[in-house]
């Protein structure tokens, strides 16, 4: 009734090939720009304080999406498992601040991109062993990286250019005479440097995922063997997933310390990190673009709102909400491999399935 | 299935409506707490503390200035990430301050504060530089920075067996709080003639210092000086029984010297020595007054055992600066609402000088006296030892070398500020 | 050339200047790699069971311990908690069979790896809820392990022999023994054997997968127990044992996954070889490395020997 696709023809394959070839979907999609771009920075959220609606909710979402689409290239279509995450995203934000305090006139894109090809450089290199290796191999390769990366963070300490707090902060800088980071910058601004760099890359991978390399990519996850008789050449296909994800990984990790903490020391890239953008990827859906953005506002959102809820209307404290959350986490991630590997994404699928027919299913 | 959809509606609509609740009559101090994650022990004891300071206000006197606080706790972990979340949650209701209890979220905050014109007070940690109040004008690390205490420590040495010549093993915990000193050692080390070997442990190893116990007993140093906290305290004191390592050539620092980090080990941390400012005990008047007007009404979910504990303490007195500072902040502005703002002049007028202290029920705690350049009030502190069932305080207040700390503050606060173009700054003259 | 002394010259000028440190450090390592070896077993046992790589082993590890402590606390004899904690590691075994492994037989292996995953945040949450987060002393003594230490004089030094660490290489290489012996010999071990082989096969000659699983995961709980007893002791029982327990992970690849002699070999590999590099190497890097040393060794190993030592050649290679 609502979503229904008969009736929309295409007589051309490039009309087939559109990223939204249905009505429905472009009226959709159109509706969340407005709301993304006129409504939620002018109103911000329902019922919420504007500043935390910008600050705790709608950016880190916007660096989270990111940062799942980054993991998910590499785990859900390239099918090579990681726990490094957090600290490829700390090779990013690394990266990020030497080039902006080394060159105090680069421009803040093309500082971002570098910090992102820096990255998708350590990813590559942590990456060769899967040449020879998957599976639960490759899990240690990352982990090395994992507690290789952060101890060089504290260790090294020319990367927080030698001073005393060993955290990297972020100076006020400008772009086109606006500042857009540091403590100055305007919640606004930054929400809206996020906002358009999430598009530009979800615009990317889903071209890239559509692409030749992309196939490559499924292929080899599917069936290694199989991809490499029909002639894919694992080596490329795996170390450029290994590169894509890191750039985006790296990317987003700059943007997580820069436009959303201000500040970062080493420990908001450890383990830890690494195990929540993987539950963001497996709740939201492997290899979905779709569920990489509903698995990070999943996870980011759920425990900031079982929180609020538990501690105003149940008056629970801190201490048991927080482990409240944890279980759920855990719970939700067993229990999505088991009944749902897809995730919400499969979800959101099977609504749109059913509002086809709704509300006269045959 | 409906009924979820309902169910869930409702919970938001709740949650919509506290949320959105404007600000009352009170006075909203937040203070962001770590009752889980590994250092819990440590946060649900000062978390209680400074929760019962407050409600011993309320209930004693009725608030402050007529007022009632709110001790808001946010719950973070220890979590930088997750101290910003809560930092960002207090927006707009008028905070009068920010407690990060940690020194990562402090680092985070201390940018952010400003801009937002909220004082952050980090009594004992954060930044050592802060202590510049021209430079942070938001920012109080009363009643002495890191810097000021590795000094105090220093001379404390020097006085024991003397300096020069020595060999100092630093053994700390590896992060923002852990290599805070380090940069002062750096200057010192040439000017006092002594030597220091540096042993971090990292987080992740707190509980594993074999190898760092090693390094010492290669090295066999003449003191160890411990930057410890939570978990890695009780490690190292043991670890250092376990290689003969003489205890009373063992000091740590004031986050290093709770009943917590030692009590277990009892007779076998006999001798092991650290610094503190907040002495132990419940013979307080203001101990006392907790007991009576909170714990014992069953107002708190403090163990009946804990007060009068080195860390309880502790956060008693931070939670008397704060109080303090507000109540300046009212006599200034002569209203009983306060803003933040106001409670940063609060804070730079703060007098807790000896008869003060005693007026509180602190009397023998580090007086605390601010002004609009010296934000960390320079105070001295006390070495306690440990006698195998309670911490002994075992010398008078040791002050800090104020001579050689303050230049290398403000050299360091200069830093901070210079690759910050539009740091905001104040003139104290 | 400095920096060549430093690095090839200098750390063995040192170990033969102290040589009572140096014998130190391999007791410290040996202890370690013991417990290491203890806990690659544990994983062992499930992979080659089930196939599931089980990340919730250091977990579990941290869950006995603290178990262990909180009833003793709670006033219980201590050899009966320690029954009850094997009686909680049973029930878990039996709930993870029920909930996870029956739900996800046959699914691919990083699947089952994220189950696990997901099992640890579900252990974290419910360990730190029951038994709050605060680290606690192992009740060691209390069980009546021996306490003390010794001192054996050498070289104009010492070397010194906690008893309790005694106690852990002698327990735990009895236990290893038992697994090994348990493994390769008994009826149940030869039906794990058959179900690591084919599941199907073993299903039609009529061993039960259910029941090897659950007996699987609470020999990997007793493993836990013993490893969480001793790290415990060692330390405290705390939630920082678990990155501790994930050494355990390079144990494997070292050894090779399969391998229950490669468990061993890999343990002490690691836990002579960490110990070592940070007392003569880690002071020029700044120290610290023993958190990533085991895991760098293992990418070497992944690069040049993926199989490990001792794991079987077939493994899942490209």
Not at chain 2, 36 to 63: Q, S
Not at chain 2, 222 to 240: H, L, P, Q, R, S
Not at chain 3, 185 to 208: E, F, M, N, P
Request: glycine content about 10%.
């Amino acid at each position: 009734m609502f979503y229904k696709e008969t009736g929309q023809f295409k007589s051309r394959y490039k009309d087939e090939l559109a990223a939204f070839p249905l009505f429905e979907d472009k009226i959709g999609i159109g509706i969340l720009c407005v709301l993304t771009f006129l409504v939620i920075p002018m109103f911000g959220l329902p019922g919420l304080n504007y500043e935390f609606a910008m600050g705790a909710i709608m950016i880190p979402c916007m660096v989270f999406i990111i940062m799942t689409l980054g993991l998910n290239i590499l785990l859900g279509f390239a099918g090579q498992i990681s726990l490094g995450t957090g600290a490829f995203s700390g090779v990013g934000a690394y990266a990020f601040y030497k080039f902006i305090t080394i060159f105090p006139d680069i421009n803040i894109i093309i500082a971002l991109v570098l910090s992102g090809l820096v990255s998708a450089v350590v990813g590559v290199i942590f990456g060769l062993p899967s040449l020879k290796i998957k599976g639960f191999y490759l899990i240690v390769a990352t982990l090395a990286a994992q507690f290789f990366l952060t101890w060089a963070f504290i260790r090294v300490a020319w990367l927080y250019n030698y001073n005393a707090s060993g955290a990297i902060e972020g100076p006020n800088k400008e772009m086109f005479g606006i500042i857009m980071i540091g403590p100055q910058s305007a919640g606004m601004t930054r929400y809206y440097f996020v906002l358009v760099t999430l598009i530009v890359l979800t615009w990317l991978a889903s071209n890239v995922i559509r692409g030749r390399i992309g196939r490559s990519w499924m292929m080899i996850r599917d069936m290694d063997i199989a991809a490499e008789l029909i002639g894919i050449r694992p080596l490329v296909a795996k170390l450029s997933a290994f590169a894509f994800s890191s750039f985006y990984i790296g990317i987003a990790g700059a943007l997580m310390v820069f436009f959303w903490l201000g500040a970062a020391e080493a420990e908001s890239f450890d383990i830890n990190h690494s195990f929540l953008y993987l539950f963001m990827v497996i709740i939201g859906g492997l290899g979905s673009i779709t569920g990489s953005y509903m698995g990070a506002i999943f996870v980011w959102v759920v425990p900031v709102l079982i929180k609020e809820i538990g501690k105003s209307v149940f008056g629970f404290d801190a201490f048991v909400m927080e482990n409240f959350s944890t279980i759920l986490l855990g719970a939700m991630i067993i229990i999505i491999l088991i009944l749902e590997p897809h995730g919400l994404a499969r979800l959101w699928q099977i609504t749109k399935q059913k509002l086809r027919l709704w509300p006269f299913p045959y | 299935m409906k009924k979820h959809i309902i169910g869930a509606a409702v919970a938001l609509g709740t949650l919509i409506s506290t949320v959105s609740m404007s600000f009352a009559e009170e006075l909203l101090v937040p203070h962001l707490t770590y009752r889980v994650g590994p250092f819990a022990a440590n946060g649900t004891m000062g978390a209680n503390a400074i929760t019962d300071y407050f409600t011993m206000l309320n209930e004693r006197d009725g608030g402050i200035g007529g007022l009632k606080v709110n001790p808001e706790e946010c719950e973070t972990g220890y979590n930088a990430q997750k101290g910003v979340e809560c930092y960002e949650s207090y927006r707009g209701k008028n905070p009068l301050m920010h407690i990060p209890n940690s020194t990562g979220i402090t680092l985070q905050l201390l940018q952010k504060a400003p801009e937002d014109e909220v004082p952050i007070f980090t009594m004992g940690y954060g930044l050592s530089a802060a202590a510049k109040g021209e430079t942070f004008p938001w920012a109080f690390n009363y009643p002495a920075s890191y810097w000021s205490q590795m000094t105090s420590i220093l001379s404390y040495i020097d006085s024991e067996t003397g300096l020069k010549g020595k060999k100092i093993a630093f053994l700390y915990l590896d992060g923002g709080y852990g290599r805070e000193p380090l940069p002062l050692l750096d200057k010192l080390e040439p000017k006092m003639g002594f030597e220091t070997v540096r042993i971090p442990v990292a987080f992740a190893d707190s509980q594993n210092q074999g190898s760092q116990w090693l390094t010492i007993r290669k090295e066999k140093p003449d003191w160890v000086i411990m930057w410890g906290w939570g978990v890695m305290n009780i490690t190292a004191v043991k670890e250092a029984a376990k290689t003969r390592f003489p205890l009373d050539r063992f000091i740590g620092n004031w986050w290093s010297g709770g009943h917590v980090d030692v009590e277990a080990l009892g007779m076998k941390a006999k001798g092991y020595k650290a610094s503190n400012f907040t002495p132990a005990g419940r013979d307080f008047p203001v101990v006392q007054d907790v007991i009576k007007h909170v714990v014992s009404k069953g107002l708190t979910k403090t163990e009946p055992d804990m007060p009068g504990k080195v860390l309880y303490n502790r956060s008693l007195f931070m939670a008397v600066v704060m109080a303090e500072a507000i109540i300046e902040a009212q006599k200034l502005t002569g209203k009983a609402n306060v803003t933040g703002a106001d409670v940063r002049k609060g804070f730079e007028m703060i007098k807790l000088d000896e008869a003060r202290l005693k007026e509180l029920g602190f009397e023998g705690f580090t007086p605390v006296i601010g002004s609009c350049a010296d934000h960390e009030g320079q105070g001295s502190i006390f070495v306690q030892q440990w006698n195998g069932k309670d911490w002994e305080k075992i010398t008078d207040f040791i002050p800090p070398m104020t001579d050689i700390v303050q230049p290398l503050l403000t050299e360091a606060a200069d830093t901070y500020k210079s690759d910050k173009p539009g740091w905001k700054t104040q003139n104290c003259s | 050339m400095e920096i060549l002394h430093m690095i090839f010259i200098a750390p063995f000028l040192d170990m033969v200047a102290l040589p009572d440190l140096f014998f130190q450090g391999l007791w410290d390592g040996f202890v370690g790699g013991t417990l290491y070896a203890l806990l690659a077993l544990g994983f062992v046992l499930i992979f080659k069971a089930s196939g599931v790589f089980n990340f919730s082993q250091p977990i579990l590890m941290v869950l006995a311990a603290l178990a262990l402590v909180s009833f003793y606390e709670m006033g219980i004899n201590p050899w009966i908690s320690v029954a009850l904690v094997l009686l909680l590691m049973y029930a878990l075994a039996y709930g993870v069979e029920r909930v996870i492994l029956r739900n996800l037989v046959n699914q691919d292996g990083n699947i089952l790896f994220m189950s696990t995953i997901g099992l640890t945040f579900v252990i974290i949450g419910a360990a730190q809820w029951i038994f709050g987060g605060v680290p606690r002393s192992m009740i060691h003594a209390e069980l009546g392990f021996p306490v003390g230490s010794s001192e054996w004089p050498m070289f104009g030094g010492a070397v010194y022999f906690e008893h309790i660490d005694i106690s852990a290489v002698v327990l735990a290489s009895s236990l290893i023994a038992i697994l090994a012996v348990f493994f390769s010999k008994t009826k149940i071990g030869r039906g794990l054997r058959a179900v690591a082989d084919d599941h199907q096969a073993a299903l039609s000659v009529g061993i039960s997968l259910n029941q090897i699983w659950v007996i699987v995961w609470f020999v990997a709980g007793i493993v836990a127990l013993v490893g969480g007893l001793f790290w415990g002791a060692r330390s405290d029982v705390s939630f920082a044992l678990q990155i501790i327990g994930l050494k355990a992970l390079p144990v494997l690849i070292i050894g090779g996954f399969t391998s229950v002699p490669g468990a061993i070999i890999g343990g002490l590999i690691i836990g002579l070889g960490e110990k070592i590099f940070e007392i003569y190497w880690g002071p020029m890097m700044g120290g610290s490395v023993e958190g990533w040393f085991a895991y760098v060794i293992a990418l070497v190993f992944l690069l040049f020997k993926p199989q490990g030592l001792f794991g079987e050649k077939i493994i899942e290679r490209v």
